[in-house]
Every structure is written in C-alpha cells, then in structure tokens.
C-alpha cells in the first residue's frame, strides 16, 4: 500500500507542475538560424541571406545586419512591405545600423509554429522592399505562395513602418553579437 500511496503522490504532483505550464508554451529546440540583412554582394545589398528558411517551433531566428540601416518588419503574403498588425508582430526597429562590417547587437525570436513568416526591410531610403529585400520562415512549398510570388507583388506597393518610433520592437530580443 506504501508503494501504491507514493506513486500516486508522485503522478499527482507530475500532473499538478505540468498543468502549473501555459498550454502554448513552446521550448527552445536550441537550433538558432543565421540570416544577414544587406549582403553585400546579391542586389546591391538589398538581400537577406537566406532568405528562405525552414525552421522549427523553438528554433531561434538570429538576423544580423550589415551596412544601409535595415529591419525585420513581419508582413502577410497578401500585404507586402506592410507591417503585419497587433502586438504579436515582429518588428526589430531601427536599432542596428552600421557603416562597416555588422552591427555590434542582433535581433532574435523564437519561432512559435509552422506557420509562414514573411518579412521585409522598411528602410524607405532605396526602396528595400519593392527592391527584393525580403524574406520568409517557413513558406508553403506546396502553396502557390511562393517568395518569388511575395517580391513581385512588393514591387507596386510603398513601404510602410510599423511604428512611429523607428526603434521601437516587438516580438524579439535585441542582444549582443556574438562570434561563432
């Protein structure tokens, strides 16, 4: 009966911390997936690098920016180089601009689901966005909702801000660059 008697205790209290943890929590998998802004030799530096990236729920997305003052701005397929509304969108600021070499902080979040991601540079100054500077987490292949697709729809559009701050964020981390 004493065994019985402790391995209830023992479920019970399992259950009870387990039921303590928000149900949509996701955990870290550790992965962390480097993109550049602004490589410096595809599009005149107007690129992400990838920018076509399959990740996981938990997996980190690490963007580190090179010269022309560049952001992550979250958008929809269907509203290029518009900022996706409402307090879960991604948006790093401007708060990683640099002359020369990579800014010295990067911008992180985590990757809640499966679902796609898209994503611009809201820079104004050279037209980004219109110019091909975006990208995209976890695009459907089997979708006609293709990047190819999202850059050519960008090109009539005009380039939106998400905030009238520039340095405001959202969604992310702001955090020292560290070498590999």
């Not at 955990?27 to 550049?36: A, L």
């Not at 679902?115 to 089997?142: D, E, R």
Request: charged share 15%; proline share 7%; with cysteine.
């Amino acid at each position: 009966m004493l065994a019985f008697t402790s391995l209830a205790l023992a479920a019970t209290t399992l259950l009870s911390l387990a039921s303590a943890l928000p149900a949509n929590e996701v955990r870290s998998t550790g992965v962390t997936h480097r993109v550049f802004a602004g490589s410096t030799t595809a599009n005149n530096g107007l690129h992400f690098e990838p920018e076509n990236v399959v990740a996981e729920p938990g997996d980190l997305m690490e963007f580190h920016f090179l010269p022309k003052a560049h952001t992550f701005t979250q958008s929809s397929f269907d509203k290029p180089c518009e900022p996706l509304g409402g307090e879960m969108a991604i948006f790093s600021g401007f708060n990683f601009n640099t002359t020369a070499g990579e800014a010295p902080n990067v911008f992180t979040f985590m990757v809640q689901d499966r679902n796609p991601i898209w994503y611009y540079c809201s820079q104004t100054a050279g037209n980004h966005c219109q110019s091909g500077m975006s990208g995209v987490v976890n695009q459907n292949f089997a979708s006609d909702n293709t990047l190819a697709r999202y850059k050519e729809n960008a090109v009539n559009t005009v380039t939106r801000q998400p905030s009238t701050d520039p340095l405001a964020s959202q969604g992310g981390w702001k955090l020292p660059n560290v070498p590999l």
